[in-house]
Structures are given as structure tokens and as C-alpha cells.
């Protein structure tokens, strides 16, 4: 069956960095597109960044853009999130989604809490 | 940017109740509108695509119709496992984004 684990969360002091990982398996991780979903304590959900099978096209919102980097490697079922210049702002549980059906994210990790304070 | 909204923010039902929550995108979207639900604490689960296609395993209570900008989900009657929050996404654009959620709870 599909799964999706994230991993590499923690306690960050602001300014600091982090790499978030997304482990694959139970589909050819190769053939999809891949996303990181970000939710604030109590708020909505966030796509903060996805990135094309082949690595091609990557995209980020707004709120993230040229601090964090989204990543792959296929040979290994992994998608990656690297994460500089860190905020209180960016404090979420963060998780991986597959794009499936319907370019819905079909299937999504248990989340990774990323937590921005001094 | 294509902006979601949800309605209600949050609404109290009872189990066996037929609820409804309704999403609106900002401009005509077709129907690339998924619905999504998330239990306190748990990940987003993936319920419909293409605003009314049921994901496999979805229990048939749940049922999605709208097209163009005005969307619906409709629980025909509530089990006890059905209280959480329910997420539309836009599947239109890039952005893929959600509105702000709507909150089921036990009247």
C-alpha cells in the first residue's frame, strides 16, 4: 500500500535551518508529482511547494519562496525539503503529498512538526 | 489567485443528520474541486475529486456535486466518525489552494 513518511522536524532557533524527508514506497515514486503541505497550530492547510516526477518544474508559494528548496531522488523514493532563514512564522506540521487523481493529493505522510523559536 | 471560501466556518449536527457545506471559488474553475477531511491530530484524507468522484473506499454517505464556482459536500447522514474538518482545493491553477476549512462538530 502507499505510504509516505516524513521525518527531520524539530525545535529551530529563528534564522536557523532544516531538511525535511519524505520516504516513499508502495508506487513507482518515479511516475508522480510530489508536494509539501504545510498547517499552522490551529489554522488551514498550505501547498508551500511541489516538484515535477523528473524534477523538471518546481514551484513555491509566496511565503517560502527563495528561502526553502524543494528536492527528489528517485533512485531512493525521496522527496526533500530544505528549509534556511527560518521564522516563527514557519512553525507548522508539515507533511508530503502525492498528486494523483484528479491532480488531488491522493495520498499524504503523518506530518513532521516543525517548531521556530528562541 | 483563485480564493476559496467555505461555509459555514463551523457547524454542530447530529449523528444521523444530513449536513452540507458549501465551497466557492473566486472564478469559474470547472469542476477541479477535491474535498478533503482531517481528524483531530491526523493527516488530511482524501475524499473526492473532480468535484463529484468518490476516492476508493469512501463510504457512499459522502456524495460531492457543483461545478463552475459553486461546489457542495453533502454527508447524507452523519456517523460518529464524520466529525472533523472538511478542506476544498481548487485543482484548477498551479496553486492548488484550499479553502479555510469547515468544522463539523457534535451538536
Known amino acids: 500500500q502507499v505510504q509516505l513518511v516524513e521525518s527531520g522536524g524539530g525545535l529551530v532557533k529563528p534564522g536557523g535551518s532544516l531538511r525535511l524527508s519524505c520516504s516513499a514506497s508502495?508506487?513507482?515514486?518515479?511516475?508522480?508529482?510530489m508536494n509539501w503541505i504545510r498547517q499552522a497550530p490551529g489554522k488551514g492547510l498550505e501547498r508551500i511547494s511541489y516538484?515535477?516526477?523528473?524534477?523538471?518544474?518546481?514551484k513555491y508559494a509566496d511565503s517560502v519562496k527563495g528561502r526553502f528548496t524543494i528536492s527528489r531522488d528517485n533512485a531512493n523514493n525521496s522527496v526533500y525539503l530544505q528549509m534556511n532563514s527560518l521564522s516563527a512564522d514557519d512553525t507548522a506540521v508539515y507533511y508530503c503529498?502525492?498528486?494523483?487523481?484528479?491532480?488531488?493529493?491522493?495520498?499524504w505522510g503523518q506530518g513532521t512538526l516543525v517548531t521556530v523559536s528562541s | 489567485d483563485i480564493q476559496m471560501t467555505q461555509s459555514p466556518s463551523s457547524l454542530s449536527a447530529s449523528v444521523g443528520d444530513r449536513v452540507t457545506i458549501t465551497c466557492r471559488a473566486s472564478?469559474?474553475?470547472?469542476?477541479?474541486l477535491s474535498w478533503y477531511q482531517q481528524r483531530p491530530g491526523k493527516a488530511p484524507k482524501f475524499l473526492i475529486y473532480?468535484?463529484?468522484n468518490l476516492q476508493s473506499g469512501v463510504p457512499s454517505r459522502f456524495s460531492g456535486s457543483g461545478s463552475g464556482t459553486d461546489f457542495t459536500l453533502t454527508i447524507s447522514s452523519l456517523q460518529p466518525e464524520d466529525f472533523a474538518t472538511y478542506y476544498c482545493?481548487?485543482?484548477?491553477?498551479?496553486?492548488?489552494?484550499f479553502g479555510q476549512g469547515t468544522k463539523l462538530e457534535i451538536k
Open positions: 503529498a502525492r498528486t494523483g487523481l484528479g491532480s488531488s493529493f491522493d495520498y
Open positions: 508502495g508506487f513507482t515514486f518515479s511516475d508522480f508529482y
Open positions: 516538484i515535477s516526477d523528473r524534477s523538471t518544474y518546481t
Open positions: 472564478r469559474n474553475i470547472d469542476n477541479y
Open positions: 473532480g468535484a463529484s
Open positions: 482545493q481548487q485543482t484548477y491553477s498551479d496553486t492548488r489552494n
